[in-house]
Nanobody, 117 residues
Framework: VQLVQSGAELRNPGASVKVSCKAS????????IDWVRQAPGQGLEWMGR????????KYAPTFQGRVTFTADTSTSTVYVEVSSLRSEDTAVYYC???????????WGQGTQVTVSS
């Protein structure tokens, strides 16, 4: 099983960024994927969840309206798009697979997103 994320991104405040997480080695539609992020010096922050089978999503209240999760079953890839970026969005963004009854069993390698003018 592998979750491979896209590379580092640098954006200006107010812009958008889209990070990908390509899954392999398992049936893509059988497991939910969470997105979490970690800002410098902070703990992990849960952003939300997507069900790749039907595209159903759940967002943490902090991100509702500014974050969008999508899934492409043809490429076994999930995406997170964050709009109206601000400096506080500077963080490493991770995707993680959820194993029912266990928790996170596989993680992407992380994608650094830096928001700076």
């Amino acid at each position: 099983v592998q979750l491979v994320q896209s590379g580092a991104e640098l954006r200006n405040p107010g812009a958008s960024v889209k990070v990908s997480c390509k899954a392999s080695g398992y049936t893509f539609t059988s497991y939910y994927i969470d997105w979490v992020r970690q800002a410098p010096g902070q703990g992990l922050e849960w952003m939300g969840r997507i069900d790749p089978e039907d595209g159903g999503t759940k967002y943490a209240p902090t991100f509702q309206g500014r974050v969008t999760f999508t899934a492409d079953t043809s490429t076994s890839t999930v995406y997170v798009e964050v709009s109206s970026l601000r400096s506080e969005d500077t963080a490493v963004y991770y995707c993680a697979r959820i194993r029912p009854g266990y928790g996170y069993d596989y993680w992407g390698q992380g994608t650094q997103v830096t928001v700076s003018s």
